[in-house]
Every structure is written in structure tokens, then in C-alpha cells.
Nanobody, 117 residues
Framework: QVQLVESGGGLVQAGGSLRLSCAAS????????MGWYRQAPGKQRELVAT???????NYADSVKDRFTISRDNIRKMVYLQMNSLKPEDTGVYYC???????????WGQGTQVTVSS
């Protein structure tokens, strides 16, 4: 059974930093593209960043140059370093695992990030 468990969320002032972690189990980790998504109140879930099995990365324009996604294939972990946080970064952040070309995806339960102005 695939499990994704996020941690590291919290309350931070604008301009601050947080590091989110996602621990994966029950899957062959290095077969999966890993991603972070977020959902703000009243809004749809949106892509934040993805990282492929070969560690190529992709970012939403709104977080480029502020957020960094990384993965550790041995520990089956994926991270999101978030710097220069803004109030509009507030939301629930979800970890996702997906095999390229497969429409099915696995999701974590989410971790809340709140950025105060």
C-alpha cells in the first residue's frame, strides 16, 4: 500500500522559510515522478513543483527562484525548500507520486502552510 506522509508545515511570517518533507513507502520510489501541489481556501489545487526520476525539476511561475524541490531516492524522501514566503503561498501542501504516462496518482494527506503578513 502506497503511503505519502507530509510534514514541516506551520505558521511563518512573510519573508520567512519552511522546509516540507514527504516520506514515501509501499512503492518503487525511483520509478515515480514526485510533486508538490497546494490548495488555498476556495481555490483549486495547483501544481507547485515536480521532480523526475532523473531529478529534472519544474516549477510554477509563482514560486520560481523561491522554492526548491529535491529528492533522496535512497531514503524515499522528497523535500520542498520554501524561501521568501508570501501570504499568497498559504494553503495545504500535498505530496504526489505518479509514474510518467500513468493517469493514476498517489496523494498524501497534506500539511498546512500559513504565511502571515
Amino acid at each position: 500500500q502506497v503511503q505519502l506522509v507530509e510534514s514541516g508545515g506551520g505558521l511563518v511570517q512573510a519573508g520567512g522559510s519552511l522546509r516540507l518533507s514527504c516520506a514515501a513507502s509501499g512503492l518503487i520510489f525511483n520509478m515515480y515522478v514526485m510533486g508538490w501541489y497546494r490548495q488555498a481556501p476556495g481555490k483549486q489545487r495547483e501544481l507547485v513543483a515536480t521532480i523526475t526520476t532523473g531529478k529534472s525539476t519544474n516549477y510554477a511561475d509563482s514560486v520560481k527562484d523561491r522554492f526548491t524541490i529535491s529528492r533522496d531516492n535512497i531514503r524515499k524522501m522528497v523535500y520542498l525548500q520554501m524561501n521568501s514566503l508570501k501570504p499568497e503561498d498559504t494553503g495545504v501542501y500535498y505530496c504526489q507520486a505518479q509514474i510518467r504516462g500513468n493517469p493514476d496518482a498517489h496523494w498524501g494527506q497534506g500539511t498546512q502552510v500559513t504565511v502571515s503578513s
